[in-house]
Structure formats: C-alpha cells, structure tokens
C-alpha cells in the first residue's frame, strides 16, 4: 500500500478501511527496519501535496502531518515498545518542516499541523542533550 492510500484509508468515513489503513500505520511503526523509511515517506507525501494550491491536496498533507505528529512525536504510553525517533531524526525532520513552509500559499490548518511538528522536533531535540 503506498503513502497516498494509508493517508486516503486513515482519512475514510468508512470504518473497516479506517482500521485496515491504521494497522498498516502500526505495522510499519512496529518494524524497527521499515519505521524510519516509513516516516520519511510520510514526510515527503506532507511536502510534495502540500505543495500544491489544491485544497483536497493541502488537507491530505495536514492530516498526514496529524499522522507523524501523533504516531512519532508523542510519545503515547501505547507506543513505547515501538520504534522511536532518535535527535538526529528529529533535527532533520525539523528542517525539511521548515524549509516546506509556505505562508502565501498554504492553508491556515497545514502551517498549523506543519508547527507543531516543528515544536515537537524541538522539544525532542531539546531532552537528547
């Protein structure tokens, strides 16, 4: 399944595809080899469709950065045997955060989504020293 369809799943009203795209996100999660890749994904679908003017695009990539928020910043008691992102991780997702901002042309709830993701990485950051 890529990015596009978890995001699409994840997003839909219909509760089955719900849950089958939010075990996909746990699964990925879980495995150890296949979370940092997975994240970077993540990101990318994040930078690359909020990108675009589209607003359906934009609201994608805000929920898609609801998703790394939630699932890798956190730290929900859920997650603790799972994989964890480390300082260094966290510094670069911090700076491919900002570096995707754009005021005129992305939507009020995307720069929100896309700021918290940056204070998260912060404060990550921040306890690893």
């Given at each position: 399944?890529?990015?596009?369809?978890?995001?699409?799943?994840?997003?839909?009203?219909?509760?089955?595809?719900?849950?089958?795209?939010?075990?996909?996100?746990?699964?990925?999660?879980?495995?150890?080899?296949?979370?940092?890749?997975?994240?970077?994904?993540?990101?990318?679908f994040v930078v690359s469709e909020g990108a675009e003017g589209?607003?359906?695009?934009?609201?994608?990539?805000?929920?898609?950065?609801?998703?790394?928020?939630?699932?890798?910043?956190?730290?929900?008691?859920?997650e603790e045997g799972m994989w964890q992102i480390d300082g260094s991780m966290a510094t670069s997702l911090r700076e491919?955060?900002?570096?995707?901002?754009?005021?005129?042309?992305?939507?009020?709830?995307?720069?929100?989504?896309?700021?918290?993701?940056?204070?998260?990485?912060?404060?990550?950051?921040?306890?690893?020293?």
């Amino acid at each position: 399944m890529s990015i596009s369809d978890i995001v699409s799943a994840v997003m839909s009203a219909d509760n089955s595809v719900r849950q089958g795209g939010e075990q996909q996100i746990k699964d990925q999660r879980a495995n150890a080899a296949t979370a940092p890749a997975f994240l970077e994904a993540l990101l990318a679908f994040v930078v690359s469709e909020g990108a675009e003017g589209d607003a359906t695009k934009q609201s994608r990539a805000q929920f898609a950065a609801l998703l790394i928020k939630k699932q890798y910043l956190d730290d929900r008691l859920e997650e603790e045997g799972m994989w964890q992102i480390d300082g260094s991780m966290a510094t670069s997702l911090r700076e491919k955060i900002g570096a995707s901002l754009n005021f005129a042309a992305q939507s009020k709830g995307l720069l929100e989504r896309k700021a918290d993701i940056i204070c998260k990485c912060h404060r990550k950051t921040e306890s690893y020293q």
